[in-house]
């Protein structure tokens, strides 16, 4: 990595030559300090700190990385089509960027996606060079509202995520609760209509407000015509969840929500948890709920937000609700202490909508043979189950199971016309999990290859996040690398022992292996002949770009990993 010159030219950057461990390390004790010089209200520090953030050549080198390497559109183009996927034209990238302030945004690409209720859902993609901007400006106005932000927040912020919400609701949904009333709101188009000049009054002087203006105002392309934004933020912005989050602050306090001092544990009569622009409030009454929603409805007002009269419902616990892909019901249990039995289960709508993405994985691979059907439906098995893992998810994971053999039965048949269903089974159902005494699982002969099953993943109840702790906070880190290394429970079991070898920690850049980054097992004897080249201690886990670096021609012999 070169030196920033002062005064002078940015030197020519080497992408392979960078040092991720010293960026990394760069970028988060400035993100740490924004946040405790925020917890001390001290916002001349806050404001010095956020420029030096803005100016910082490791900020552009990790930003450049999240964009183009990390990302899942790294290869998605703006209106200008301009792609980088290649080690030479990050460093131009780099350096263009140290080098040039983009006072002039593009406007973004509209595109669209389908949404699960059969409508299309617009998506605004900036340019590669807006995004990196972006980014950059993220790490500078995060940490200031990562101290601000409540703990009911859970959507979009760094360690948080959909289980700790579903966590949160489990604690406010319990039978032994008061609040069983639940307004099931929904904000009609959160991202599209937030108030501009509320949000940058929020954002207050912010060293970079004038750019934030200018990408709120910059407009989109749909179909080679050019649209202005009056109002919103463009889902698919690196920056607009942050926004989207910013402008929805203050939930919990415009509802009364109050709050034991010591412990942080809800004590009045309302309880709240908020997704980015998702969220439920739970309520002892009824009549208290529809006066929530009034609350709700003036103090959304004021950010140009409203509540969808189609959309939000008021429903009791024992009618239940679906949130972030999951059912949540109080169910009769006349012989528990309550008299209630809390569930939490796959939603009927997520369960019916997985089968038919299944259904449509398995159209396609016909005429493929079992290997190429076993790679590509296992990771989605296994992601699924993963995510639902946390919840009462046995008898979806059996029923799941079931579809999954009828469907591997009629692709199966259809291989093989004409032949005998002894000769099918023979061929493709046998006990190939040494570990399960199953005789009914879908292989390959040839390779050994076999389909995982959603009964296989076990049911581990998540812990949830605590409070308002966030990654920014420096008096939590080593709280912080305990839940991260918990992440690694979901590896296989070989690159689980690696991982604990190494303390979780991918030996380049010194992160966390769990920080959704693709990770590879890399080999440091690349000899395939040698037959020391799988034992454990020649073994790392490295993320997917970390491999690619110690494999670059200036790093063949290892001397990253240590």
């Not at 990595?1 to 002062?6: E, F």
């Not at 990562?146 to 959909?162: D, H, L, N, T, V």
């Amino acid at each position: 990595m070169q030196d920033n010159l002062a005064n002078g030219t940015m030197s020519h950057t080497d992408w392979n030559s960078i040092d991720w461990n010293q960026a990394n390390r760069v970028v988060k004790n400035l993100r740490q300090r924004i946040f405790k010089a925020t917890q001390a209200g001290d916002f001349i520090k806050v404001r010095q700190l956020q420029k030096l953030m803005l100016r910082n050549y490791s900020n552009t080198l990790v930003s450049v990385r999240r964009v183009t390497q990390m990302n899942a559109g790294k290869y998605t183009h703006g209106v200008d089509k301009v792609t980088v996927k290649t080690p030479e034209a990050r460093s131009i990238l780099v350096d263009e960027i140290q080098q040039f302030q983009p006072w002039k945004t593009k406007p973004t690409r509209r595109v669209y996606i389908p949404k699960s209720n059969g409508k299309q859902r617009p998506l605004g993609i900036p340019t590669i060079l807006d995004r990196v901007h972006q980014a950059r400006v993220k790490n500078a106005l995060e940490p200031e509202w990562e101290a601000k932000f409540e703990g009911i927040s859970y959507g979009f912020r760094p360690g948080r995520g959909c289980h700790d919400a579903i966590l949160a609701i489990y604690g406010f949904s319990r039978p032994n609760k008061k609040k069983k009333w639940v307004v099931d709101a929904d904000i009609k188009g959160a991202f599209d209509n937030i108030d501009h000049d509320f949000l940058l009054k929020a954002v207050g002087n912010f060293p970079a407000r004038q750019l934030i203006k200018k990408w709120l105002k910059s407009g989109y392309v749909d179909k080679n015509v050019f649209h202005e934004t009056e109002s919103g933020t463009p889902q698919g912005g690196i920056i607009s969840p942050l926004l989207a989050n910013i402008a929805l602050h203050g939930m919990e306090d415009a509802l009364k929500i109050k709050r034991a001092n010591s412990s942080g544990v809800v004590i009045g009569t309302r309880g709240i948890v908020r997704y980015a622009d998702d969220f439920v409030v739970f309520c002892e009454t009824k009549e208290d709920a529809e006066k929530s929603i009034c609350e709700l409805q003036t103090w959304l007002a004021e950010r140009g937000l409203t509540l969808s009269e189609e959309k939000t419902k008021i429903v009791h616990l024992t009618e239940g609700f679906d949130f972030l892909g999951f059912n949540v019901r109080l169910y009769n249990r006349p012989s528990t202490p309550t008299g209630y039995k809390l569930l939490i289960k796959p939603s009927k709508k997520s369960v019916q909508s997985f089968k038919d993405r299944l259904k449509t994985e398995w159209m396609s691979l016909r005429g493929a043979n079992a290997t190429a059907v076993i790679h590509r439906l296992n990771p989605i098995i296994r992601g699924w189950a993963n995510y639902y893992r946390i919840g009462n998810s046995v008898d979806a994971f059996k029923h799941l199971d079931m579809f999954m053999f009828l469907r591997a039965v009629r692709w199966a048949k259809r291989q093989h016309p004409g032949r005998s269903w002894k000769y099918i089974t023979q061929k493709y159902w046998r006990q190939w999990n040494k570990q399960r005494k199953d005789n009914w699982v879908f292989g390959d002969e040839e390779t050994g290859f076999h389909l995982c099953k959603f009964t296989w993943v076990n049911i581990k109840r998540h812990v949830m996040v605590k409070g308002k702790a966030s990654m920014d906070d420096p008096s939590l880190n080593g709280y912080w690398l305990k839940r991260e290394a918990k992440k690694a429970s979901s590896l296989a079991k070989h690159l689980r022992i690696i991982a604990a070898s190494q303390g979780y920690i991918c030996p380049v850049c010194k992160q966390s292996i769990s920080n959704g980054e693709e990770i590879h097992d890399h080999h440091l004897i690349m000899d395939r002949n040698n037959p020391d080249r799988n034992l454990w201690k020649n073994r790392r886990i490295l993320h997917l770009y970390c491999h690619q670096q110690v494999h670059s021609s200036k790093n063949r012999n290892n001397e990253l990993l240590y």
